[in-house]
């Protein structure tokens, strides 16, 4: 942390900013210069105390020089971690050096449309199959969603295919029950700083997807992140989604940056979804190409075994053409990037597990 | 809705489109034009369905021209509404006609200093009290507040001022003790899509406070009180409190045109947190008096005895000279704004309701 | 400036940017920590020099704690400024103390159409008269000014009415041209980072109003200024009139928080432009009423005598009832802030400047 | 153009627009539901009217259907254009099926530097090269550019490296010396709606490559083309560069679902700049990656012989390892998109023009 004072602030207001600090059990190391005096506070102040320093009179401004998340920080684990989703032994990994594909229908609708969806998805080369029993939606007159009776119909379809299910939960009060169906737990955009959500999800310990908010800088984002890893569930994977901005034409505007950048700040996996920001199918497979190129360890994409009578976000589901450029496009740039070809879900286990 | 077919888009395109609208129950009107086709939609389609016309071929965009709001639209009620809040015959009105200041700690710290936080805003025309138990922090190394205890000292600080009691819910199993302590739940802005809490809180039938997220068009902070609405409980005022911006310089850019926009789409009251977005204590006071000026119903304000010892956004809560100054303005520019003027609990109550 | 070294950054390193920022001529101060080094920076390195310092080995971050801005400071000249707009001994103050309606056509359509928004702006209470000969239109097919016989119906206008003329210029070219006609320059919201047009209008020594740019930090918005600034022309206005935000229900987001802001910052007056950002003319005056109470020194705003058949922005121009209401809230404000009621001209330079 | 009147709307209000419509030459189609009747205004309004239906008593809202643009739009020509830079025979194409890389130092400083710049673009694939003689810079402090010395050393480099010359114009008064020595002039994002430099630009008929503002939508940005293309210049690659964003650890937001969308909106060539939106060096070479998986035409980059010493942006200008990696996915990556790879120049020629 740096004090920066403000220009020609008295003595005893440097005084006493250096107090506070020292009285937290930090470091205060003053730099006079000619205008300004500033004051780099070294030490960590105590977890329930906040110094209120940039509220202190003589104080200009208080900037943050370290990062405020720790476990999923790149400097907890210089490596990058991979998350292994599925039972142990036949398990899905996500993370460097390979590359995953996770597809399904935005929400699940029936037995038949589940289980088209995902032959479509493991054709494309998925090996998770996402799929939504719980749908947060900004309407309340849309669909929300078939609850229980979708995760049934997901294990089914997992036995069925092979595919381990990813699927989204908006209530602790579902946590338990959506872990008992699902290989792997999504957080979706708008509940990425629901605290106690992310709360119930950390104890649960079954791998996270978190999707970015599309109001969240990365920093908030890797907090979010941190609220899971704190409660001692370390299994998470990132997923950038889009975030909000003035552009009207695509529905969020894809941050391919924040890839690089997560890798450099986290150890942590991060995949993209390039499906619900764009908003339009002809968008989709340039964007999720352009994930690829980026570095990212994995796609999440809504597929639909009849788009034009899905129940929600049928205008963004792949199917036909544009299901064959992604699957192309998943199996041609992986390995130009250094990561494993996606294949379907047996043998890529057989391959890069062995 | 307007359905606009692409330049040149064939018959049979033209055809499929209406041929769905009308199998969902609509009604199409077609108007073609040299370069282009357009068609009115008109009729609700049927909750479940998503009609999906903008993926369909030959269709350039869909447009929706009506609010997709109902219940707290003003085309459902052409007069604005006021939120009673506190006991019946002797609540506190938030709505036209009157301005009401909600004011208090950002967190409950201590029985002193709630106590000392409630007597500063009563004496600057505070007949609400705002305090918070459960804090949804950015950090998970921040202090997360205390919880039922903090709900106690609240109770027995009401019992003390005669201020009624506003705080926040951020996990829907915690409805019911809140509201069993509280006399309005305030949802946050972090919580705005939180749509399980809007269900809970929706079904439990006391006021709400609905804060506007940081990242949320007019539209969808309306769908979100939609969704109170929509279990049963109209009793909701909403909150701006800021939506992310580029700007750094503050910690969120207040949106004032959005109060006198939603008295216009909407029949909720609507108040204005000026503290949050504001970020630094020297700008809250010129921003409340801009927000009364611009027709709030009232204003959400943090104070705290003690700001550089605060645990929670010391740097915000208004104090000494600062709080004076919001009590002048709050005891001199409601009423040229044709509002009774705030005014301690006991004597409003005695005035406004007789 | 404050660098940030890695955690762990190795001796070199730090002695490298330590030699950097030694040999521009500035001292460094370094504070070391158990996880990180900081070092101060401390006097002014020569202005053709960057010195790089984020690009190098082991450095995190590069901190700004110095404003950028020096004459339009408020380090500067901490007393607030006034910029008098017209001829000596009858010039309109625009500054603290005062409160300044600017008002009039967006667009000089004809000297009928001027005359008449001339008078009702008069009428509400206006002192100077805005009006457009040269139009920064979005689209290449809009109505783009009338050019040179535009400027000489406003100086008629002014001849008529005593009100002075503020337009606006977006060519270097004519800067000149337009400085002959008019008592003040506008520079438009496109144009804010129009570095050859700045350069230009603050060699020729007018009054200037410089409005922000939709993209536009505080800062940023102060650094353009002090561009004029540079060139010798302290006699600048800053005009807010909104930012670009996801928000669509208006046209911008006026950030009313960046009044109080900027006159901490900066000694320069700073008027609101409600009309652009609204979009829509019913809020407009809750607009202008807020821009009052947050402390603005004056109002920028669109009138036009038959806003039905105006060929640019209509649909923002006041008249008839709207008209009405913001001179009311003209008159009956900014007394409240400590400010003089604007009165017609007349009177005011006789009351004002006596 | 459609027309959503108010609900309840009476008679009166609707012939009153339905008149104005037709007055205009255009034809009026009404649509009446229930709730609410809609207008589908087909024709276009003559040029210099501004219909201010949306100002009219009973309109709720005015949405456009239509491409604000004409001459820039794939309506206009459905093939995509391709635009040549230099000398005829001899020039470098750029658009479909080629990949062109544009490199250079953002500013010149000297012969020795822009001279050492140019062979390590060339050497990274290069076929044009970028340097700046006119910078605008957010602050007056800052390094402005040599102006013509510049231009005349670009010119010495271009003779003897083969690398033509693209170069930025920020005054219009300059357009014609810069195009003198340049052979592709560039728009800046800060001047994109500069609409006297575009106009001048437009007139002169140089090869243009015109850079997205930062708060600038697509639609915004092709208007700007289409000033250019008004004037008769066609010769138009658009740069996507970033938008700004509430995202900080950045210093914009690159948009890449920007190159599909103006691919399919429009027929002009899009590249791509990663350099000023990724503010750090490490983050440039995956967005440069990215950029071309999106499917841009080229990319526009920074080198810099010695970039700790660059008057402009060094932190963010390639050299060593990193531009070693840009050059091998330049060569790697476009032929999987059915581009051919970028060549040093010469050879690209021969290969590509016979």
Do not use: H
């Given at each position: 942390m740096v004090v920066v004072m403000n220009p020609g602030a008295p003595q005893a207001q440097l005084d006493?900013?250096?107090?506070?600090?020292?009285s937290a059990g930090a470091q205060a190391f003053v730099s006079r210069g000619l205008a300004r005096t500033i004051i780099g506070v070294i030490g960590e102040p105590s977890l329930r105390t906040e110094l209120n320093l940039s509220g202190m009179p003589g104080v200009s401004t208080v900037l943050q020089v370290s990062a405020p998340y720790k476990l999923v920080s790149s400097q907890a684990q210089a490596e990058r971690s991979t998350v292994w989703v599925g039972p142990e032994g036949r398990a899905v990994p996500i993370g460097p050096g390979t590359f995953t594909l996770v597809a399904g229908p935005c929400a699940v609708e029936s037995a038949l449309q589940t289980l088209g969806a995902a032959r479509l998805a493991a054709g494309a080369g998925a090996t998770l199959l996402r799929?939504?029993?719980y749908k947060p939606r900004t309407s309340p007159l849309s669909f929300q969603g078939m609850g229980?009776?979708?995760?049934?119909i997901l294990a089914d379809v997992r036995e069925a295919t092979g595919l381990y299910v990813v699927s989204e939960v908006i209530d602790p009060a579902d946590v338990d029950l959506v872990?008992?169906?699902?290989?792997?737990?999504?957080?979706?955009a708008t509940n990425m700083q629901n605290f106690a959500l992310l709360d119930s999800?950390?104890?649960?310990?079954?791998?996270?997807?978190?999707?970015?908010?599309?109001?969240?800088?990365?920093?908030?984002?890797?907090?979010?992140?941190?609220?899971v890893?704190?409660?001692?569930?370390?299994?998470?994977?990132?997923?950038?989604?889009?975030?909000?901005?003035?552009?009207?034409?695509?529905?969020?505007?894809?941050d391919l940056s924040a890839i690089p950048l997560v890798q450099r700040l986290s150890h942590l996996p991060v995949v993209v979804d390039p499906t619900h920001c764009a908003g339009r199918r002809d968008l989709i497979v340039p964007l999720a190409r352009a994930a690829i190129a980026a570095g990212a360890d994995g796609l999440l994409v809504d597929v639909h075994p009849d788009p034009e009578n899905a129940l929600v976000d049928g205008p963004q589901a792949l199917a036909g053409a544009e299901l064959r450029e992604?699957?192309?496009?998943?199996?041609?740039?992986?390995?130009?990037m250094g990561r494993l070809p996606a294949q379907p879900c047996g043998q890529m286990a057989s391959q890069t597990l062995s």
């Open positions: 006493a900013v250096v107090a506070r600090i020292e799929g939504g029993a229980e009776d979708a995760l049934k872990a008992s169906y699902a290989d792997m737990i999504l957080i979706g999800v950390g104890r649960r310990g079954k791998p996270v997807m978190l999707k970015r908010g599309m109001q969240a800088t990365v920093d908030e984002w890797l907090l979010a992140a941190e609220y890893a704190q409660r001692g569930n370390c299994q998470i994977v990132l997923c950038e989604r889009g975030i909000r901005t003035f552009e009207t034409a695509t529905k969020a505007t894809l992604l699957a192309s496009a998943v199996r041609q740039l992986p390995p130009l």
